[in-house]
Structures are given as C-alpha cells and as structure tokens.
C-alpha cells in the first residue's frame, strides 16, 4: 500500500499544482490517480482497520482523539492518510483548488467507526472531557462564568446557559464555534452544581438582523468556500464531540465498566429565537425541551447546499415520521414555528417576550434528579451506540466526498460571488 501511494504522489507532484494552472486533462489525471489510491487504501483498511488503530492505541489501552489519531496514523502507516504537511498544504486553498485529501482521511475515520471495537473505543474516547475544558472548570466553579473566543457558558442557579456568540456570522458554525461548543458543553456537564444545560444563540450584528437573538445559521458557507472548514475537527468531530456529549453524556472514567457509573449526563433545553438553520436544527433533535418564539422557524437545506445535514437523517426520522422527514430532508421544507408540524419538533410556541420565562419553567421542570436518570434511557432505547456508530462510518465517508463534489463547489463559489457583488455595490454607494 505504502509503496503504491508512494507512487501516486510522484504522479501528483509531477502535474502543475492545484488550481487555476491544472488544464482540465490534468485534473481528470489527477482524479484518475486519487482514485487508484484510494481503492488500495480501502482494500487495506477492509482488512486491517481494527489491527493500525490497536497499534495506534497500544492495544486499546490509551485514548486517541480523532485529531491525533489520523496524524499518528500518517506517521506510522505511511500512505495510509494524508500527513501533516500535505494538510498544511491544504489549509493554504480554497475549497475547490485542493487535492481532496480529506476524503483520505476520512477513508480511514470510516473504517475504524465501522468495527465494532476499535468504532466503540474511537466513541468513547471522543466522549472524554476536552483537555481545554479540564484547564478552565475550576475557573468556571468558582465564578460561573467562561467567555470563549464564540461562547458564554454562564450558572444561573441549577441550570448553565451556553449562548452562541459568533455574531457577525449569524452564530453561523465554523471551526472555532465547534471548539468552543465542545468546551462549553464539557463545562457544563463537570459542574455538579448545575442539573439543566440551556443553549440560545446570542444578539447579532448582522445587518439583515441586527439587534436580534438568533439561534444557528448552520454551517458557515464562506468557510467552506475557502476551505476553512475542516473533516476531522469540524465535519466528523462534531458530530462525535459536543453533539454525542449532550445525547449520550461525558465519559468521566475511561475504564472498563457500567456505562451509568461511568458518565455524567444532563437535560438540555433548546431556545430558538429567528431561525435554526442546518447544524441549529439538528442541535434541536438531542435536545429534551425545545421552546421556540413564534415567528422562528426550522430547516435542513441538504438538498441546496449539497452536503448530509449531520446525523439529521438519522434522528429525524423519529420525531417527525419518514414522510416529513423526507420533505425535510430531501425538499428542503421549512417548518415555521405557527405550521402544526412544528410541535413535532418544539414543545411550545411563544412570543418572543415570554421566552424568558419559557426557559425558566423548562428548567424548573426538567432538574428533577430521576429526569437525566430516564434521559439516559431513552437515548440507549432511541438510538442505541452500535446504532450511531455504524451511521457514522457511512456519514464520514459521504460528507468528505459531498464537500469537494463539483456541485457543492459550484454552489459556494457562486454564492461567495454574490455576497461580493452586494458588497462591492454597497461600498459604492457610500
């Protein structure tokens, strides 16, 4: 395998870089020979996926996150994924002037998910408090308060309120929100003095919304026209990291045991003030209470964008049927918060000065102590970790391939070139 690669690389590196200089001959050459080297990779890890990620973790015995995880693999298993300096490289260009590599990691992300022992060891691992979160936790004890870069993780009595605050992009999700939202729900899962997690996205300054609170914009679609939204920390690790934490609960004792005595998990209660768009949607479907304000509406736009909404297509299903679920999904409907539909997804409808006092009584009602108790059981009769680990094996694959599908770039790129033709035309007009 190695020695294959080896030479699919010389391949690549003696065709013009990346970009606007490949001629379309080249691009379908370099297309040819990712392809060759991917069907060797597949090949390889169909048979030794669980072996490279029992050497990579001395035997199951020592926790990976997923980061570290593909790059020891690049140091240890030459060729099998990309290496530090090729994603280097990569982070350098845009979206559709890169060579794709990402795929190649998540060649390997799906293979291990899809053993069931190295999968579950990878789940688990990743459902570990994040080093960053252990560092500020006795700061957030004692003040109840942690600003990050994009968050505010603030007590209030029983209950910790995590408030987007990536507010000129509409609390738009990018690589930095996802890393703050994985610290941010760690935070509140330690804190044994807090029994409700509570999220809410936080005033904007967006012009179209200035002054307003808004839930989620999804996925931040200019970075992913520049390439700046990554596979493993963004796309995949996600969907292992904060999401799962709120669902399944944080791993607080890594060793072998009963699961109950060895996480923490809480209620959360969602609070969707304008819209929940993609990502902020599919926040909605961990959740155990959702309030929305009565003009504030739901989507998943898949079908537009190009890309798998999450784990959307796995748990929407069960709240709302397989009939809207594909309307969703697929049609890209949108759910106002007045459509009977929409009490499938929220459990009240409000004005938008009584969702204070919404949040409030959500709270009061859900920090009962036999609630997390039933939460957890719900989650192992809903959605069972064998469950979403096989869907994930299927979704990492599919979304690294979605995010560099010609579509997909040809929508972002021309989306990107409106917002600069609105800029350009408004600097004029100043």
């Known amino acids: 395998m190695a020695e294959y690669v080896a030479g699919a690389e010389r391949e690549l590196a003696a065709l013009p870089p990346p970009g606007p200089d490949r001629t379309p001959d080249d691009r379908d050459r370099a297309a040819a020979v990712h392809t060759s080297a991917r069907q060797v990779r597949r090949a390889f890890l169909a048979r030794h996926a669980g072996t490279v990620y029992g050497l990579l ?10 980061p570290d995880l593909v790059y020891e693999a690049a140091d240890r298993i030459p060729g099998l994924v990309p290496t530090r300096a090729q994603m280097a490289a990569e982070r350098r260009l845009i979206q559709a002037e890169k060579e794709g590599r990402e795929i190649d990691q998540a060649l390997f992300c799906g293979a291990v998910l899809r053993s069931p022992t190295a999968g579950r060891h990878l789940v688990e691992t990743m459902l570990g408090p994040t080093p960053r979160a252990l560092a ?50 760690d935070l509140v899962l330690l804190d044994d003095t807090v029994r409700v997690g509570v999220l809410r996205g936080g005033v904007v300054d967006h012009p179209a919304y200035r002054g307003r609170r808004v839930f989620s914009a999804g996925v931040n679609l200019t970075d992913l026209r520049d390439g700046r939204i990554s596979f493993v920390e963004f796309l995949l690790g996600r969907e292992l990291g904060y999401v799962n ?21 809480k209620p959360w209660i969602g609070a969707v003030d304008t819209f929940a768009i993609g990502g902020g949607m599919q926040l909605l479907l961990v959740l155990d209470h959702v309030v929305a304000e009565e003009h504030s509406y739901v989507s998943l736009p898949a079908a537009e964008e190009g890309i798998v909404p999450g784990l959307g297509n796995l748990r929407l299903t069960r709240l709302t049927g397989a009939r809207l679920a594909r309307q969703v999904v697929l049609g890209g409907r949108r759910i106002a918060a007045t459509d009977p539909d929409a009490q499938l997804l929220c459990d009240e409808i409000v004005p938008a000065d009584g969702m204070d006092d919404a949040v409030e009584r959500a709270v009061a009602a859900l920090s009962a102590p036999a609630v997390a108790a039933n939460r957890r059981m719900l989650t192992v009769a809903e959605e069972p970790l064998d469950l979403f680990r096989d869907y994930l094996a299927e979704f990492a694959v599919a979304q690294a391939e979605r995010a560099y599908a010609p579509d997909v770039l040809d929508k972002v790129e021309r989306r990107w070139q409106e917002r600069e033709r609105r800029r350009a035309e408004g600097r004029s007009r100043r």
Not at 248 to 254: A, I, K, M, N, V
């Open 245 to 265: 934490k709120m669902l399944r609960g944080l791993l607080t004792d890594p060793r072998p045991g009963a699961w109950s005595e060895r996480s923490v998990t």
């Open 57 to 66: 973790t001395d035997g199951l015995s020592r926790p990976v996150r997923l």
């Open 136 to 185: 500020l936790l006795d700061g957030f004890r004692a003040e109840g308060r942690t600003e990050l870069d994009t968050v505010l993780v603030e007590r209030r009595g029983v209950a910790a309120h995590v408030e987007f605050r990536n507010t000129h992009r509409l609390n738009a999700e990018d690589d930095r929100l996802i890393a703050d939202l994985d610290t941010a729900v």
